[in-house]
């Protein structure tokens, strides 16, 4: 049977948005070959379902078909034992290897793609997912490695690649085992334990630590866990007190479900508790107005009404406009004591730079400050490398907590590249889980009187600020909205709002093994008016192929290639049109600009385009991309 699907296709992420509607069978899905490349968004990807005006949102969806289930850092390689479990319930699936799959310590990772029997509406969805890995035998074994992602409405799921080292390791089966699953759409409210909530509140707390007996041992874990979540522990406090608890039991869980049962409760109690016994002397010490202001000491900046010596701060913006070279330069000032963008800096500091999103971008930016600005590698500038951090994973947090404590790290300034890369496995949109996240950055706060500054990503409509739960920003110190050119505070406890600067970008060439490499470092420039917009207005080599763009958008005979809310759009030129008008660009001297420069000029002018909104890009139905007039 054929299923609707959306194809979508991009070189990173935040491109696969817009696609084009295909049909295709189970099997052509699973005869599709691996991409063999480095970067897996280098590839085509599917919403398996249909979606209004092939726009990808949850607004947008119209159906769902199909079960994609991703089961990522599994210890064991259990390929074969995913295949015969779906064989022996005669589930009619796709089975391979993912792209990450045994790259090193990385785990193994697979993706299971099993056919339904009839479409799903939205909302159906959500619920026939956890279902279907309930009924399955294979996938609920493995249910703690699957990831969150895959009930989300809108989902898009790459299709299979590997990169070129581990391509020996890339597996595919299509299984012809039975009938097409018939899902489950009803919200099943089921719980594996004994005893209901009821009778288990009967039990007094006091009782019940003393330890219980096998049959009552995991409703009594829920009722200790959400007990101590009522009472304000974080979630290290919780998992060490209900795991000391668990061993007077008889006999003790397994420590996984324990770890289960915290990680599902985190900040939410589901369980009565006791009521809270009377302090012995008042918590709250009443104060005069005035005995307040000298009791509390007063603020002080590491950056001077910018940043804080300690807290939690953002530097965001849409991918490719530029913040890590922003993070970059803010880094070595911070580790060098140098004022930053002429705010006085109170003192040299230790700066941990956590890169989880490109090291190897890191690594040749950070050589590109260091060339440009003639320094030696800096003895209080740290850098992590490990793409696999969650801020979720208790046993991670206390590593790197550990690491810094190895080599004597105090008051550092903590950068983490990025947000979204290490709350992976967490819905961004969910307030429980971002502030189980940002919880864990108040711990390392705490423990290293340390200031912390992570980089995230906006939405499409940048409009909108940070991409993620609402809960986040409350718990900001500073966020700062950086574009390709410039940045402006969005928000700073304290401080002034009053903030806007602009930079320009030097370039650093022979870097690389071979001296064939080049990069960018960021130049300030001048500060801008209060509460104007951060973007720069085009100048050089941009203003150079904006203009370009718009001399052959006003000579085209394309018209009406793309449809905007069912309406034909003006004007418009092919991708690849526009990228030959890169040879055009001169640089002072008469000379094309090289390859690297090329390469990110034009991502940046497509980057601006939807935010001036006097250009913009997208697909036609036919899947060819063009830039092009909107309707207005």
């Given amino acids: 049977m054929k299923h609707k699907l959306l194809k979508l296709q991009g070189t990173n992420e935040s491109e696969f948005a817009r696609g084009v509607p295909v049909e295709m069978t189970l099997k052509e899905l699973g005869e599709l070959p691996f991409k063999i490349t480095e970067d897996k968004f280098n590839n085509s990807g599917f919403v398996f379902g249909e979606v209004e005006g092939n726009y990808r949102n949850n607004k947008n969806m119209i159906n769902r078909t199909l079960f994609p289930i991703d089961i990522d850092g599994v210890p064991n390689d259990i390929f074969d034992e995913l295949v015969e479990g779906l064989k022996a319930q005669g589930i009619n699936a796709v089975v391979h290897t993912s792209h990450n799959h045994k790259v090193g310590d990385k785990g193994n990772r697979f993706r299971v793609i099993a056919e339904t029997s009839k479409t799903m509406t939205p909302d159906e969805f959500p619920d026939a997912v956890p279902n279907f890995i309930d009924d399955v035998k294979v996938l609920k074994k493995y249910a703690k490695y699957i990831d969150p992602c895959t009930d989300r409405k809108s989902q898009y799921f790459l299709a299979p690649s590997h990169p070129p080292e581990t391509e020996k390791f890339a597996r595919k089966v299509y299984i012809n085992g039975g009938q097409p699953y018939i899902p489950d759409t009803l919200k099943r409210i089921t719980k594996d334990i004994p005893s209901s909530k009821v009778e288990s509140a009967k039990t007094s707390m006091k009782d019940i630590l003393k330890g219980v007996?096998?049959?009552?041992?995991?409703n009594e874990c829920a009722r200790v866990t959400g007990t101590m979540f009522n009472k304000g522990m974080v979630y290290e406090e919780v998992l060490q007190i209900v795991s000391g608890w668990n061993q007077l039991n008889k006999p003790p869980l397994?420590?996984?479900?324990?770890?289960?049962?915290?990680?599902?409760?985190?900040?939410?109690?589901?369980?009565?508790?006791?009521?809270?016994?009377e302090p012995s002397e008042p918590r709250y010490q009443l104060l005069h107005t005035q005995d307040a202001r000298t009791s509390r000491p007063q603020v002080k900046w590491l950056?001077?009404?910018?940043?804080?010596?300690?807290?939690?701060?953002?530097?965001?913006?849409?991918?490719?406009?530029?913040?890590?070279?922003?993070?970059?330069?803010?880094?070595?000032?911070?580790?060098?004591?140098?004022?930053?963008?002429?705010?006085?800096?109170?003192?040299a500091r230790d700066v941990v730079y956590f890169a989880m999103e490109d090291w190897d971008g890191v690594n040749i930016r950070q050589q590109g400050y260091e060339l440009h600005h003639q320094l030696k590698s800096l003895p209080n500038l740290y850098v992590v490398d490990d793409d696999e951090f969650?801020?979720?994973?208790?046993?991670?947090?206390?590593?790197?907590?550990?690491?810094?404590?190895?080599?004597?790290?105090?008051?550092?300034?903590?950068?983490?590249?990025?947000?979204?890369?290490?709350?992976?496995?967490?819905?961004?949109?969910?307030?429980?889980?971002?502030?189980?996240?940002?919880?864990?950055?108040?711990?390392?706060?705490?423990?290293?009187?340390?200031?912390?500054?992570?980089?995230?990503?906006?939405?499409?409509?940048?409009s909108k600020g940070f991409r993620g739960a609402s809960s986040i920003e409350g718990h900001l110190d500073t966020a700062i909205i950086s574009s390709y050119g410039s940045w402006q505070l969005g928000k700073v406890k304290n401080g002034s709002m009053d903030l806007a600067y602009e930079f320009s970008y030097?370039?650093?060439?022979?870097?690389?093994?071979?001296?064939?490499?080049?990069?960018?470092?960021?130049?300030?420039?001048?500060?801008?008016?209060?509460?104007?917009?951060?973007?720069?207005?085009?100048?050089?080599?941009?203003?150079?192929?904006?203009?370009?763009?718009?001399?052959?958008?006003?000579?085209?005979?394309?018209?009406?290639?793309?449809?905007?809310?069912?309406?034909?759009?003006?004007?418009?030129?092919?991708?690849?049109?526009?990228?030959?008008?890169?040879?055009?660009?001169?640089?002072?001297?008469?000379?094309?600009?090289?390859?690297?420069?090329?390469?990110s000029l034009f991502k940046s002018v497509l980057k601006s385009l939807s935010e001036r909104r006097d250009l913009d890009r997208g697909m036609s139905n036919d899947g060819q991309e063009y830039i092009y007039y909107p309707i207005i």
């Avoid at 050089?540 to 000579?555: E, F, P, S, T």
């Fill in 213 to 218: 007996s096998e049959g009552s041992r995991h």
């Fill in 390 to 462: 969650q801020l979720d994973n208790l046993s991670m947090v206390r590593d790197f907590m550990e690491s810094l404590k190895s080599v004597n790290i105090v008051n550092p300034v903590i950068i983490f590249d990025t947000w979204q890369d290490m709350t992976t496995y967490l819905k961004g949109n969910d307030n429980d889980d971002m502030s189980l996240a940002i919880n864990m950055l108040k711990k390392i706060v705490k423990e290293f009187n340390a200031l912390i500054i992570f980089l995230g990503h906006t939405g499409k409509d940048v």
């Fill in 303 to 347: 950056v001077d009404r910018i940043f804080k010596e300690k807290g939690i701060c953002t530097i965001y913006a849409p991918k490719s406009q530029g913040k890590t070279f922003l993070a970059i330069d803010l880094a070595y000032k911070l580790a060098l004591g140098q004022d930053w963008f002429g705010h006085k800096v109170l003192g």
């Fill in 506 to 599: 030097d370039t650093v060439d022979g870097l690389g093994a071979d001296g064939d490499e080049d990069t960018l470092v960021i130049n300030p420039l001048y500060k801008q008016s209060s509460g104007k917009s951060p973007h720069k207005k085009r100048q050089g080599n941009q203003a150079q192929l904006y203009d370009l763009i718009k001399v052959a958008l006003d000579k085209s005979a394309l018209i009406g290639k793309v449809l905007v809310d069912g309406v034909a759009c003006k004007k418009c030129i092919t991708y690849a049109d526009a990228q030959k008008l890169m040879s055009k660009v001169k640089k002072n001297d008469g000379k094309s600009i090289d390859s690297f420069r090329q390469n």
């Fill in 254 to 277: 397994p420590q996984e479900e324990v770890d289960r049962v915290v990680q599902d409760l985190k900040f939410t109690n589901s369980f009565p508790t006791e009521e809270l016994t």
